[in-house]
């Protein structure tokens, strides 16, 4: 019988993700205020944007 639950492991798995992402994210909008360039801050701010929504997604996952 399948379960939609995620096993111990697995929610620790994905819980070290969110960090990682979370980290990721603190130090992109750092580096923003920083960048010169258009091109690279629109990417950093795509980057930003992409990763928080994944931050949210995998944050859902260990809420379930």
């Given at each position: ?43 950093i ?20």
């Amino acid at each position: 019988m399948a379960t939609k639950e995620l096993a111990l492991h697995e929610k620790l798995e994905v819980h070290e993700l969110v960090i990682l992402k979370t980290s990721c994210v603190t130090k992109a909008v750092a580096m923003s205020g920083l960048v010169q360039d258009e091109k690279l801050k629109a990417l950093i701010e795509e980057d930003i944007e992409n990763s928080a929504q994944a931050i949210d997604e995998l944050k859902a996952l260990l809420i379930s």
